[in-house]
């Protein structure tokens, strides 16, 4: 695909004003997406994944995400909420998750259905995929349920998208089963519907946007979680609680944290891996050729799994114990209801509608043969700068500020190090020069008001 034809939805954006040019976010981007150039960030669409560490990090709030505020519900005739799993660890235990539910119709919406519902739907869809047709998928598979991991693995590990298990998120199976079957009780037309996913990260919210192996999303509107929390939190004493309304199983919600989704899939020999780079290193290792007796891998890009999302409200380690606690009491009390609604669905609704690729990325030149000569230029240049991968260039390491100069992005005296050789180097030419003239002329110099 041609690069220039690529336009790229980012959540994730900078306030350039509140930015101090610190360079903290390039020191933790994954994908080293970030520059500092004369005092302000940059950030690199292309490389970009919108996962959210930037702005987890930023001391000054410079990085935000970008979702959809409650006027777009306006936009719709019918109006579903599907809160991701991860929000049942939001709410205290007097907060009941039939109450926490019945808030998003306080909130505005006609209906609501968890997320962890359509999880539980395509936990039983993955395990029979993975012991048919699926098995023949290079192992380890690698989870297509967080979109940050899959991006990441677009930009940095293009080698490894046949690994990536080619099946829809919980919330996008979630999204079509309610869009679906309110068209069927409503008789609208499903562009009347409207199905707002209540989002714990902004990788969430440009998957919508701009989705990954299919051609669109049947969410149309993320919603920020912390939003959500804060209002039903605020009125929840005016909340009326409605029956029946809690749907999802306990295997279902336990998706919101670590280790939920291999827990739920009925296959051996699986890795749960959070945080992004803990799951650099496993992907590292999967890239090198290891871990191919995992069948299959649960990575997720925040420390804790969705709900160390920086779109949540509540401490990700909290919010796991009480995860725990609710999915431990509903247990097994709504599996006769997911079983009976996992057979009355089309299981082409699981799958992507093509495959996963790697994201174009700005070659080094189109010439292959200019392209070595500027590989071999930034090789040399690596060799020497100094290696502290220290920052002050506004690069995140020595090797892309290699790549940066050879790009003619960053000049050499972008690094501090050389500006200082520099320096030194002409300060002692002086020096060296002062000594070569005769003392009177010197003296005279030294005298000299205007030296």
């Known amino acids: 695909m041609d690069k220039q034809t690529v336009e790229y939805f980012h959540s994730v954006r900078l306030i350039e004003e509140e930015c101090k040019g610190c360079t903290h976010c390039i020191r933790t981007c994954p994908t080293e997406a970030i520059r500092v150039r004369h005092g302000k960030a940059r950030i690199i669409e292309e490389r970009c994944i919108d996962c959210g560490e930037c702005i987890r990090t930023c001391p000054n709030s410079a990085k935000i995400t970008v979702t959809d505020s409650l006027e777009i519900l306006k936009e719709f005739k019918h109006k579903i909420a599907i809160p991701a799993p991860s929000l049942t660890g939001q709410f205290s235990s007097k907060h009941t998750a039939t109450g926490m539910l019945s808030g998003f119709l306080h909130m505005g919406f006609d209906d609501v259905l968890e997320v962890g519902f359509g999880a539980g739907l395509l936990s039983r869809a993955i395990t029979e995929y993975l012991r048919g047709a699926g098995s023949k998928i290079p192992r380890p598979v690698i989870s297509s349920a967080c979109p940050a991991v899959v991006r990441l693995i677009q930009v940095r590990y293009s080698g490894l998208v046949e690994n990536i298990l080619p099946?829809?998120?919980?919330?996008?199976?979630?999204?079509?089963?309610?869009?679906?079957?309110?068209?069927?009780?409503?008789?609208?037309d499903e562009k009347e519907i409207g199905v707002f996913f209540i989002s714990p990260c902004p990788a969430k919210v440009t998957v919508v946007k701009q989705p990954i192996g299919a051609e669109r999303s049947y969410v149309d509107g993320v919603i920020a979680a912390k939003d959500a929390v804060n209002y039903i939190r605020k009125n929840f004493d005016d909340i009326e609680g409605r029956n029946g309304i809690q749907k999802a199983g306990g295997s279902g919600i336990s998706w919101g944290r670590r280790g939920g989704e291999v827990a739920s899939i009925g296959i051996p020999r699986k890795l749960s891996v959070d945080g992004i780079h803990h799951v650099r290193k496993i992907l590292d290792k999967v890239e090198e050729g290891g871990l191919k007796k995992i069948n299959l891998i649960e990575a997720q890009a925040c420390v804790g799994g969705c709900v160390g999302g920086v779109l949540m409200a509540e401490d990700p380690f909290l919010a796991k114990v009480k995860i725990d606690i609710v999915s431990e009491e509903i247990g097994a009390k709504n599996d006769a209801q997911l079983d009976e609604a996992y057979g009355g669905v089309k299981k082409e609704m699981f799958f992507l509608d093509g495959k996963v690729g790697p994201r174009p990325i700005t070659p080094l030149d189109t010439n292959?043969?200019?392209?070595?000569?500027?590989?071999?230029?930034?090789?040399?240049?690596?060799g020497v700068l100094p290696g502290s991968d220290c920052g002050s260039c506004g690069c995140p390491?020595?090797?892309?500020?290699?790549?940066?100069?050879?790009?003619?992005?960053?000049?050499?005296?972008?690094?501090?190090?050389?500006?200082?050789?520099?320096?030194?180097?002409?300060?002692?030419?002086?020096h060296e020069l002062l000594k070569k003239l005769p003392h009177t002329e010197w003296?005279?110099?030294?005298?000299?008001?205007?030296?």
Do not use: H
């Not at 099946?167 to 609208?188: F, I």
């Not at 292959?368 to 690596?382: F, S, Y």
């Open 443 to 451: 003296k005279r110099g030294a005298e000299n008001e205007d030296i």
């Open 397 to 430: 390491t020595c090797r892309a500020f290699a790549e940066d100069v050879v790009m003619g992005l960053s000049t050499p005296l972008d690094c501090q190090f050389k500006m200082r050789e520099q320096v030194g180097g002409l300060v002692a030419e002086i």
């Open 368 to 382: 292959v043969d200019e392209a070595m000569k500027k590989l071999k230029a930034i090789e040399w240049l690596c």
């Open 167 to 188: 099946m829809q998120s919980p919330m996008e199976v979630t999204a079509r089963y309610v869009k679906e079957r309110a068209a069927e009780a409503t008789g609208l």
